[in-house]
Antibody
Framework: QVQLVESGGGVVQPGGSLRLSCAAS????????MHWVRQAPGKGLEWVAF????????YYADSVKGRFTISRDNSKNTLYLRMNSLKAEDTAMYYC??????????????WGQGTLVTVSS | AIQLTQSPSSLSASVGDRVTITCRAS??????LAWYQQKPGRAPKLLIY???LLESGVPSRFSGSGSGTDFTLTISSLQPEDFATYYC?????????FGGGTKVEI
């Protein structure tokens, strides 16, 4: 069965950096695009970033563009999110999600359990 | 960015009720819309994709309709396990966006 397991969250000071990981199993990882989605405490869902199945194309929300970098290692079945210049408003639960499509964004058919990032001094 | 406006933001209903949630896009998105259910402390779960297609394993009391700018999620007979928050999401244009959510309460 499909499993997505995020890790790497924690408490970081404003201006700091963090790298999140998402270990995937139960499907052919290098056949599907992958997303990061976040949810601030008590708030709705916000899409963060997408990477195509082969890493050739990446897209970002305006709120994180230039600060966050999505990447993947298909040899390790792992998705990453490098987060730099963190702000208090980046505090959220971060979910990785599998796209239903190989070649473009579609719906998100599987989600991880999330990893919590708290930006605070 | 395409804005998705869900209404209502919350509703109270009883077991057995028919519930309808709407999602309006600020510009046309064809059928590039999905619906998710989220329960407290849990990750979202895909219910409907491509506006009207039922995800495998999702009960048939859930249905979706619409295209262009106006979409609807319907629960034909609300069950106790359906009390949750529901989100629409468009995948027609980057940045991808979610609606603000509809909380379905008892």
């Amino acid at each position: 069965q499909v499993q997505l397991v995020e890790s790497g969250g924690g408490v970081v000071q404003p201006g700091g950096s963090l790298r999140l990981s998402c270990a995937a199993s139960g499907f052919t990882f290098n056949n599907y695009g992958m997303h990061w989605v976040r949810q601030a405490p008590g708030k709705g869902l916000e899409w963060v970033a997408f990477i195509l199945y082969d890493g050739s194309n990446k897209y970002y929300a305006d709120s994180v563009k230039g600060r966050f970098t999505i990447s993947r290692d298909n040899s390790k079945n792992t998705l990453y999110l490098r987060m730099n210049s963190l702000k208090a408003e980046d505090t959220a639960m971060y979910y990785c999600a599998k796209d239903d499509s190989s070649y473009s964004s579609s719906s998100f058919d599987y989600w991880g359990q999330g990893t919590l990032v708290t930006v605070s001094s | 960015a395409i804005q998705l406006t869900q209404s209502p933001s919350s509703l109270s209903a009883s077991v057995g009720d028919r519930v309808t949630i709407t999602c309006r896009a600020s510009q046309g998105i064809s059928s590039a819309l999905a619906w998710y259910q989220q329960k407290p402390g849990r990750a979202p779960k895909l219910l409907i994709y491509d506006a009207s297609l039922l995800e495998s394993g999702v009960p048939s009391r859930f249905s979706g309709s619409g295209s262009g700018t106006d979409f609807t999620l319907t629960i034909s007979s609300l069950q106790p396990e359906d009390f949750a928050t529901y989100y629409c999401q468009q995948f027609n244009t980057y940045p991808l966006t979610f609606g603000g959510g509809t909380k379905v309460e008892i």
